[in-house]
């Protein structure tokens, strides 16, 4: 199965550019050229990762697809692709895993979509097991509390 990405860019040649580079290499692509596409494709499909330029219809676009991407129950991985980098940490507040520096050379690229990939389907997995191993335990020590009062 051919993982699902959705790139949002308001830049048509970075935007086919990338799309052409990551079909090329067996990902599954959909395209977005603003803010509001992006927002809408995220909630009507499933992707395993979005990658949003951050400078769109306005400065900070970008995050409103982070945020709309990090509200969907399916958890996509979600990277800012810009070419402007943030200093400090305000896109890991807003919910982005990972920022991309562009331009950026193909190989480089695609070696930190797998990484990030990679990453966040582990967490995804460690998170699920914490909460089966949490509702597990909550179950035994409901049980155990009530023989206890019997």
Known sequence: MKRRLLLVDDELAILLTLKTILEINGFAVDTAASA?????????NEYHMVIT???MESEKAGFDVVR??????YDPAVALLTAYPLLGSDWKSEGANSMLVKPMNTNDLLRQIEALLVSH???????????ARAAANGGRSAKTSSKQAS
Do not use: L, P
Not at 36 to 44: D, F, L, M, N, S
Not at 68 to 73: D, W
């Open 68 to 73: 709309a991407a990090k509200r969907q129950k």
């Open 53 to 55: 330029d951050m400078r």
């Open 36 to 44: 509001a596409e992006g927002i809408a494709k995220v909630k009507a």
């Open 121 to 131: 389907e582990d967490n995804k997995r460690m998170k699920s097991k914490g909460v």
